[in-house]
């Protein structure tokens, strides 16, 4: 079954420090992948995705992901943490094989940056 | 463009009720979807649509009812709800179409249903 990862129910970050959220999926071929952000009480917002192309994708607000093909991982990165960006992140996937526009979806990451 | 709009924002009901969640997008997508969500589970596939008079059941279809009418409109119907479709609703819309490039979704602000 197709399915997204992500390990940690938690991150917890000083304010200052670089972050990763961490996301690995099972899908065949090579999917679509996406980074969503949601903030108390709304809806998801959308941070980056990879299409094809460089490994390294930046996204809004200074984030940043790192395709792995070989370790079929989509980890999510920041150099200097906010307190602003504690928050729930989702990674989420799209078959390549998919003619439709569905996503799968890790159960979510939730991100907590100190000051 | 207002982008997602969704409503009630709220919603108590009784089992055995109905009700419709609406759902409108004023951004001309093509797709649209709904999806539960529930601690711990991520985002969860309940029906979609690839353009108007066309939709299909995701992965937790049961119970509930879809129709596309127009671009613009997708409600959600709950034919007779009970306490596990207690959960936060997302209707979501995108540009995605078979052979277009590859667009990320637009999220309503949700709909918060507790079924007693």
């Known amino acids: 079954a197709q399915s997204v990862a992500q390990p940690e129910d938690q991150v917890n970050v000083a304010e200052g420090n670089p972050l990763t959220v961490k996301c690995t999926y099972s899908v065949s071929g090579n999917p679509y992948l996406f980074w969503y952000v949601q903030y108390p009480n709304r809806g998801l917002q959308f941070l980056l995705k990879y299409i094809t192309g460089d490994n390294l994708v930046k996204g809004s607000y200074g984030f940043e992901a790192e395709f792995n093909k070989s370790q079929t991982s989509f980890h999510l990165k920041k150099p200097s943490a906010l307190v602003s960006d504690s928050a729930l992140y989702f990674c989420?996937?799209?078959?390549?094989?998919?003619?439709?526009?569905?996503?799968?979806f890790g159960q979510g990451t939730t991100l907590q940056v100190k000051p | 463009n207002a982008g997602v709009t969704q409503t009630p924002k709220f919603q108590v009901l009784k089992t055995g009720q109905s009700m419709t969640l609406q759902c409108a997008q004023d951004?001309?997508?093509?797709?649209m979807s709904w999806y539960r969500q529930d601690p711990g589970m991520g985002l969860r596939l309940i029906h979609y649509s690839v353009g108007a008079g066309i939709t299909d059941q995701g992965e937790v279809p049961n119970g509930y009812n879809v129709s596309r009418s127009t671009t613009e409109d997708f409600p959600l119907r709950l034919l007779s709800a009970a306490p596990s479709q207690t959960s936060v609703y997302f209707c979501?819309?995108?540009?995605?179409?078979?052979?277009?490039?590859?667009?990320?979704?637009?999220f309503g602000p949700g709909t918060r249903l507790t079924v007693t």
């Open positions: 989420a996937v799209r078959p390549r094989s998919s003619n439709t526009g569905k996503l799968i």
């Open positions: 979501a819309s995108s540009l995605s179409s078979p052979g277009s490039p590859i667009y990320e979704q637009y």
């Open positions: 951004m001309n997508h093509e797709y």
